[in-house]
């Protein structure tokens, strides 16, 4: 494996849960692979003043708990930490940055890192302005062609509307040059999501077939069980909108709906990315009324327990009227998905935990098979992202016996098949292309302008028409019932992990 140059990772939010529970379990993951550079360092920066060993013992717990190598390689663990430094600062302070740029480059002298830093913000998203104008006060951010680089990684979310993001595009682009930022997105780096491009464009088989000829309507959903836990500050400002739809879910819709790129290359893609996103049909107010679904849990007693609702959950408001859970059906206006229905949805507390995707192939045109299939769901190329990562296929076979009776069946690939295949979790692979400057898995500016110009009609029309219902829907159920009608019966079916052990009771919440 080819690894990146030697450089030093500096993480802001360094004492936060992300970095705790994701970015340094996955560093040790790709060290346990060989994959980080002969020289590196992790310097996580945060306010927290802890001193060294705490800082280690800590990301040491959190590799114990999270890494998916850790248990064939805890001898990795010490030599690995002592490739992790800590420096506690205000990273409001625009002073502080003197000391953080004295304690980098005392690290290249004895590291030989070349001067190569990659900047992850894992901060609250209101620091991520301050903290590039501060690397920019003390000229961390400008790099050198072909000596060294300066790299930036945005974690979601990337702004709060179409205002805030481009006016945080703006603010970065006065400091970074464009090639220089990577805003994540963590499903574009499942190996799933990526198979998409591979199914998609690796086989002469099924291109042919995607589009409105012969696709019927698309289904892409995000089901999970878990509710919003301890982040309910954060969610209460986010909602399902926010935090699953504006992004995991359209960049998820742009990878089935996009042409072929020219080059398997970052510009090519993310070029195609983008016209999909820009070619989705506008939301106005018809559609948002007719075609969206906004839903919230409340508290229900299921086979798993009683599960509270929404609004009993730490640091919500008892009155909340953020959405847990969307449903929508969306229009791509090009000529490949004209009038191809797309039916978008995510929730949490969900019966089941599942991302996938369901292209619905159209009927033959003719039916000469007694019991053959001639609804708008027979033929169904199921890509899962996760759990049981794979793809299936449904199709009509003869039953055996005398006559011609159709029965539907399924043929499945399961990534678990593959022997000794091992799943990278998604932060190892978009960490790893950062630290060799392959933004093709991340979003461009354009990309997230043209996500947040899509949805920002919605957002705005919640805030303003207070009659836009909000449903409730109980733990553990598939969503208002209202989202179900969205979709025509017959449509789709999805299995239920967990039930509840009542009459289920479908309010109005707002
Ligand atoms: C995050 C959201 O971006 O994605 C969470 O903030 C959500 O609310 C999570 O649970 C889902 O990611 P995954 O990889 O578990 O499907």
Known sequence: MLRPT?????????????????????????????????????????????????????????IEHFSNLVKKNESLIEPFLSRVDYLSIDTAGKTEYFKLKEKLLSIDKVYNTGGNYLFY??????????????????????????????????EKPFGYDLASAVDLNKKLHLVFSEHQIY????????????????FRFSNGLFEPIWNRNFIHHVEITAAETLGVGSRGRYYEQAGAIRDMLQNHLMHLLALIAMEPPVLFEAQSLQNEMVKVLQALRPLDKESIENNIIRGQY??????????????????????????????????????????????????????SQLTEVIIHLKATPQ??????????????????????????????????????NVKQVQM???????????????????????????????????????????IDPLLKHIQTNKDFKLYGYPSCTWGPEEANQLIPEGWSEYPA??????????????
Not at 497 to 510: H, M, R
Request: charged content about 25%; overall charge neutral; some cysteine.
């Open 6 to 62: 030697n450089q030093i990772v500096v993480i802001f939010g360094a004492s936060g849960d992300l970095t705790y529970r994701k970015l340094l379990p996955a560093l040790f993951d790709l060290y346990c692979q060989s994959a980080l550079p002969d020289s590196f360092i992790i310097l996580g920066v945060a306010r927290s003043s802890m001193s060294h060993a705490a800082f280690c013992d800590k990301m040491k717990e959190g």
């Open 298 to 351: 409340t508290g229900a007693r299921t086979n798993r327990g009683f599960l509270a609702a929404y609004r009993e959950e730490k640091d919500v408001a008892p009155d909340s009227t953020t959405e847990t859970f969307v449903a929508m059906k969306v229009f791509i206006d090009n000529w490949r998905w004209a009038d191809v229905p797309f039916y978008i949805r995510t929730g949490k507390r969900l019966p």
């Open 367 to 404: 039916a000469l098979f007694k019991g053959q299939c001639t609804g708008p769901s027979c033929n169904k190329i199921i890509l899962r992202i996760q759990p049981e990562e794979g793809i299936g296929m449904q199709f009509g076979l003869k039953s055996p016996g005398s006559g011609y």
């Open 121 to 154: 913000l894992a901060t609250p998203p209101s620091m991520y302005e301050t903290i590039a104008q501060n690397l920019h006060a003390v000229d961390l951010h400008q790099e050198e062609a072909g000596k060294y680089f300066r790299r930036i990684i945005v």
């Open 412 to 454: 499945d690939f399961k990534y678990s098949e593959l022997a000794n295949t091992y799943i990278p979790s998604a932060y190892e692979r978009l960490l790893l292309d950062a630290m060799h400057g392959d933004p093709a898995l991340y979003i461009r500016s354009d990309a997230v302008e043209a996500t947040w110009k899509f």
């Open 183 to 198: 805003r994540i997105d963590h499903y574009l780096g499942k190996e799933t999501v990526q198979n998409i491009l591979v």
């Open 497 to 510: 992990y967990c039930s509840i052990e009542e009459e289920p009771k479908f309010t109005v919440l707002g």
